[in-house]
């Protein structure tokens, strides 16, 4: 099993920029395909990005693409995921999952491990 806990949530204005970082610990970092989901009120968890083992292959929601990015760094346990050009419907709780496996996956049943979230919130 691995921990994983979210920060650099926040409030920010539309168009502004947040990173959003997932720190792990209890098994081996890079042997984890990482994702990051969101859950708006009201809807269901919904996939954002991903990223596999290496760090070498990322995968966006068409939603977030082009502004978002996905980043690991596996000497320091962590994910990251910088938003730019935040727009009011990307407010939600954002959460990072842990996915042991040769494969990187969109959907969250694949994950085993999640992180308890962190509240992203933009205005408009």
């Known amino acids: 099993q691995v921990q994983l806990v979210e920060s650099g949530g926040g409030l920010v204005q539309a168009g502004g920029s947040l990173r959003l970082s997932c720190a792990a610990s209890?098994?081996?970092?890079?042997?984890?395909?990482m994702g990051w989901f969101r859950q708006a009120p009201g809807k269901e968890r919904e996939f954002v990005a991903a990223?596999?083992?290496?760090?070498?292959?990322?995968y966006y929601a068409d939603s977030v693409k082009g502004r978002f990015t996905m980043s690991r760094d596996n000497a320091k346990n962590t994910v990251y995921l910088q938003m730019n050009s935040l727009k009011p419907e990307d407010t939600a709780v954002y959460y990072c999952?842990?996915?042991?496996?040769?494969?990187?996956?969109?959907?969250?049943?694949?994950?085993?491990?999640w992180g308890q979230g962190t509240q992203v919130t933009v205005s408009s």
């Open positions: 999952a842990a996915r042991g496996g040769t494969y990187t996956k969109t959907e969250s049943y694949a994950y085993d491990d």
């Open positions: 990223i596999s083992r290496s760090g070498r292959t990322t």
């Open positions: 209890g098994r081996t970092f890079s042997n984890y395909n």
